[in-house]
């Protein structure tokens, strides 16, 4: 056998490449080789007149130099197997070893065989491999330019704007989401100047939303949201304005809270103080009609069951707004002591009636205000009041947005000093 391979290598070249072998019965070797055969031609073009080209050797004891050139469809065999075989060297050749014995009905080389034919039969690495990691090699070393170029202009960014820097943490401090810090920081352009902070905050003024017009409100207004956050009370205080300013004439106070026990008795106390009428609305009785009982009423209250978003009484709460009239406004009072994430579910869960506006409540409760805000500007939905405190009727007043910008500031800066008071013990 070794010297059947080194005579086809004398008579080829060094470059063959080895495609099968066999032991004949008669005893005689039949080696099968290939020599720059080009994969790519049509089969009808690689036929028996290409033998510079591709060559099959036969080589036995008794015919050393006899040559047959391989057929059409044999090499069209060949490089079927080339193209499903694995990148493997040894995964290609056992491939091209079983596609030609196939075709000859050769038996399987023995076992003490198969070793020193396949080292001397393995070719030399694909070009086309080589072609293909040297692409790879290139590609991988743009991306890493590219990722350290990005790498460089983030920390010349961070190094060139210190300022930007200083005036982001300040405006977290705040309390302000991340998407609201961004777009205030890309209409601003910092100067560098004494006055860059507070050119910030008058245009953060400019993205809350307040309601327009006059400062007293008129008509049926229905107060909603969720338990204790403050709408009873926001009731009262609006209603006592009222009647300090123009007399109990032409006020009624209305509710719909029939889930809890005893829930509308604190409504009911409002109403004996300021001697004004109080409607309850239950089961028995339909919102439309008492809304039309009193529709000659300068102002019309209406307190609503507070319910948590996931409580599944809050959907009849929600269909009897909808089905309302058409002049009922609805308000969604907002508490600033909730997490940003809660006011946004609670916004979501409201809107389903058409929101005309909200109230900001527990402003004196809270640690920050820039949740609130935040939550108000991606909304889009108009602060009508805020209120600071329990008294009645002193502590609410209709929104300005510079004055509850003022107000934030001045809750974070107090609870900063208070936070460190209590840290160091001061």
């Known amino acids: ?16 490449v080895i495609l099968s072998n066999q032991r004949l019965s008669t005893g005689e070797i039949e080696i099968v080789a290939a020599l720059d055969y080009d994969g790519s031609l049509p089969s009808s073009m690689s036929g028996p007149k290409k033998q510079s080209s591709s060559y099959s050797v036969q080589e036995n004891t008794r015919k050393p130099d006899q040559y047959i050139a391989p057929s059409a469809d044999y090499l069209e065999r060949i490089e079927k197997a080339k193209q499903q075989a694995p990148s493997q060297p040894n995964a290609e050749h056992s491939s091209l070893q079983n596609q030609s014995a196939s075709q000859f009905q050769m038996p399987p080389l023995p076992a003490d065989q198969k070793e020193p034919i396949l080292e001397e039969a393995l070719s030399v690495r694909s070009n086309d491999n080589a072609k293909q990691l040297r692409d790879m090699e290139q590609e991988l070393h743009r991306v890493r330019e590219m990722l350290e170029q990005r790498q460089q202009n983030t920390s010349n960014k961070s190094k060139a704007d210190p300022l930007e820097e200083q005036v982001l943490e300040k405006l977290k401090h705040l309390g ?37 017009g006059t400062t007293e409100l008129r008509g049926c207004i229905a107060f909603m949201g969720p338990t204790g956050v403050g709408k009873t009370t926001s009731i009262g205080k609006i209603a006592a304005q009222h009647v300090l300013k123009h007399g109990p004439d032409g006020v009624v106070l209305i509710t719909t809270d029939t889930y809890r026990i005893a829930a509308h008795e604190q409504l009911r106390t409002f109403g004996r103080i300021l001697n004004v009428p109080v409607e309850v609305v239950n089961e028995y009785t339909d ?17 609503t069951a507070g319910m948590n ?3 599944s009484n809050l959907e ?25 994430q809660v006011l946004k579910a609670v916004v979501d869960v409201y809107s389903q009636v058409q929101l005309d506006g909200c109230v900001l409540s527990k402003l004196d409760e809270s640690a920050s205000l820039g949740e609130a805000i935040s939550v108000v500007i991606e909304e889009g939905l108009p602060v009508v009041y805020i209120a600071d405190g329990q008294r009645i009727p002193d502590d609410i007043e209709p929104a300005r947005a510079h004055n509850l910008i003022s107000r934030a500031v001045y809750t974070a800066e107090h609870y900063s000093q208070l936070y460190s008071a209590l840290k160091y013990g001061s």
């Open 1 to 16: 056998m070794r010297q059947a391979i080194r005579k086809v290598r004398d008579a080829v070249g060094p470059d063959a």
């Open 176 to 212: 302000l989401s991340t998407s609201v810090i961004s777009r205030l920081l890309d209409d601003i352009d910092l100067k560098g100047r004494e006055d860059d902070w507070n050119r910030l905050l008058a245009h953060l003024a400019d993205y809350i939303p307040v309601r327009s």
């Open 287 to 303: 919102l439309n009609e008492v809304l039309a009982k009193y529709e000659h009423y300068s102002l019309v209250l209406v307190d």
């Open 309 to 311: 978003p996931r409580d």
């Open 316 to 340: 009849r709460q929600l269909l009897m707004m909808k089905r309302a009239r058409a002049n009922l406004k609805k308000l969604l009072v907002l508490p600033c002591t909730s997490q940003r």
